[in-house]
């Protein structure tokens, strides 16, 4: 801003506090001038206080927002801890179906995702998901048949068991 009745330049930041002490008429137009100070005792003369609020709405400005920072983080906790009690009650569903279809120590293995040799082909599609791709041989002694997955992993079975796993 600029001091008007003096013409020297005052910078007037976001957020700063100044105090009306004084209004007055100044010469040589007459008009109305309100007089600011801040905290460093710089002072202003403004014919508009356009931009200024009074100190009472800026705190409840500031303390409405506070209050809905608040609560949207109280929201997105109970958000986060709706989701884990959704996702913990899918997980609980899913090991109660892996072990009614495949046994105690299977299924709990097969609902945290984990596959060990000799599982069937169902036991691990349940345990890993459908494979990328796969890759099936026959020959006079079996099936082979291999399952590739990202990252590199891989399941290999022979007549429809786990027998290798990379």
């Not at 983080?73 to 009614?100: H, M, N, V, W």
Request: aromatic share 12%; glycine share 8%; with cysteine.
């Amino acid at each position: 801003g600029v001091e008007e009745s003096t013409g020297k330049k005052v910078l007037i930041e976001p957020g700063s506090r100044w105090y009306c002490s004084n209004v007055t008429l100044l010469k040589p137009t007459y008009n109305i001038y309100y007089i600011l100070k801040n905290d460093k005792d710089e002072q202003v003369a403004l014919t508009k206080l356009d931009g200024f609020i009074e100190e009472n709405t800026y705190k409840k400005r500031e303390a409405d927002k506070k209050l809905q920072y608040q609560q949207l983080l109280a929201k997105q906790k109970q958000e986060k801890l709706k989701g884990e009690e959704s996702e913990r009650i899918l997980k609980d569903k899913l090991k109660t179906e892996c072990i009614s279809l495949f046994g105690q120590y299977n299924g709990e293995l097969i609902a945290l995702g984990k596959v060990r040799i000799n599982m069937t082909k169902d036991m691990c599609k349940y345990a890993w998901g459908v494979p990328l791709w796969t890759n099936k041989t026959t020959t006079e002694y079996g099936i082979y048949e291999d399952w590739y997955y990202w990252l590199g992993y891989s399941l290999h079975f022979e007549n429809g068991l786990l027998k290798r796993i990379e």
